[in-house]
Antibody, heavy 116, light 112 residues
Framework: EVQLLESGGGLVQPGGSLRLSCAASGFTFNIYDMTWVRQAPGKGLEWVSSIRANGVETFYADSVKGRFTVSRDNSKNILYLQMNALRAEDTAIYYC?????????WGQGTLVTVSS | DVVMTQSPLSLPVTLGQPASISCRSSQSLVYSDGNTYLNWFQQRPGQSPRRLIYMVSNRDSGVPDRFSGGGSGTDFTLKISRVEAEDVGVYYCMQGTHWPLTFGGGTKVEIK
């Protein structure tokens, strides 16, 4: 059974940083592209970032480019999202998912709240 | 960016009756490899999204066969042949052909 377990969310002040993690199991992590999607409270889904299976190629939404960095550790089956210079508008549930052009399985999400 | 426009925003349906959701893209979703990366997701209240359909019409494992996807180019549809109570939630289309990846605004399915 595929499992994606996000962690690292919490309350942070504007301008602060957080690192999200997504522990993957139940599938061959190192051959899957991976994706982060977020959902602001009461709103729809927004793609944030993706990374190729080998970790070499990364992609970002304009809204987070230069502030967020996606990475992965294929030896540990973990996906990361380093979030810097956080803004109020980054407040959302952050989901990790496997796949890229056809995002497949999703985690349960981790809530990030940016507020003073 | 490719804009994904879903309609209707809200869809009240009688149990056992069919339902249809439209998703239109501002550009063709045919990728250079010949595939069309249009996917459908269901998000039940309080849950994570779940993929129902990938590449226009391929139903995911475990998805009831009352769900079907179709369309081509820029015009796509998700159909539910007979709505059941467990189908309540918000449905999103998503295109994976062009960067950035984009989602439709969602269609809320509720029971009349």
């Amino acid at each position: 059974e595929v499992q994606l377990l996000e962690s690292g969310g919490g309350l942070v002040q504007p301008g602060g940083s957080l690192r999200l993690s997504c522990a993957a199991s139940g599938f061959t992590f190192n051959i899957y592209d991976m994706t982060w999607v977020r959902q602001a409270p009461g709103k729809g889904l927004e793609w944030v970032s993706s990374i190729r299976a080998n970790g070499v190629e990364t992609f970002y939404a304009d809204s987070v480019k230069g502030r967020f960095t996606v990475s992965r550790d294929n030896s540990k089956n973990i996906l990361y999202l380093q979030m810097n210079a956080l803004r109020a508008e980054d407040t959302a549930i952050y989901y990790c998912a496997n796949g890229l052009r056809a995002i497949g399985d999703w985690g349960q999400g981790t809530l990030v709240t940016v507020s003073s | 960016d490719v804009v994904m426009t879903q309609s209707p925003l809200s869809l009240p349906v009688t149990l056992g009756q069919p339902a249809s959701i439209s998703c239109r893209s501002s550009q063709s979703l045919v990728y250079s490899d010949g595939n069309t990366y249009l996917n459908w997701f269901q998000q039940r209240p309080g849950q994570s999204p779940r993929r129902l359909i990938y590449m226009v019409s391929n139903r995911d494992s475990g998805v009831p066969d009352r769900f079907s996807g179709g369309g081509s180019g820029t015009d796509f549809t998700l159909k539910i042949s007979r709505v059941e109570a467990e189908d309540v939630g918000v449905y999103y289309c998503m295109q994976g052909t062009h960067w950035p990846l984009t989602f439709g605004g969602g269609t809320k399915v509720e029971i009349k």
